[in-house]
């Protein structure tokens, strides 16, 4: 991913499935994160739309590496299109440890379509649909 910090919202990949489009990824929330400075100092809860950033991050990792499984030569750059049906279950706060599991439901060579679900501690924190545009660097 081109993401570097402070905006590299995964910590580590840790499982890959290119056949059946899967990539599993974790994030550690820290009290060091940036966010919490502001949202909010006296209940730090990780804003949403980082978690969907973070999930669109995971998703753009597959895209990517599927293209290059399928003999795609270059660098790709993925942009975000679009969300689908995002929804927000349970907070997210310092010390979590988000797992996001994503699916491929449809990554071609210009456009993709994931499902992503953030998990802490085994409860869904967050579901949402994303669509991407996938542009050659």
């Known amino acids: 991913l081109p993401h570097r910090y402070p905006f590299l919202l995964i910590d580590r990949i840790i499982e890959l499935d290119i056949p059946n489009l899967k990539v599993k990824a974790l ?16 209940y730090p809860v990780m804003p949403g739309v980082l978690i969907i950033e973070a999930m669109a991050q995971a998703g753009a990792y597959l895209m990517i590496k599927k293209l290059k499984a399928e003999g795609a030569d270059g660098d790709f750059t993925v942009l975000f299109a679009g969300i689908d049906s995002a929804k927000f279950r349970k907070p997210v706060r310092p010390g979590d440890q988000i797992i996001f ?22 409860q869904v924190v967050c579901e949402a649909v994303l669509m991407a545009a996938l542009k050659k660097s």
Request: charged share 30%.
């Open 27 to 42: 994030k550690n929330v820290t009290v060091n994160e940036e966010f919490f400075n502001g949202h909010f100092p006296e």
């Open 101 to 122: 599991e994503i699916e491929g439901l449809n990554i071609k060579k210009s456009m993709g379509k994931i499902k992503g679900v953030a998990k802490v501690d085994g």
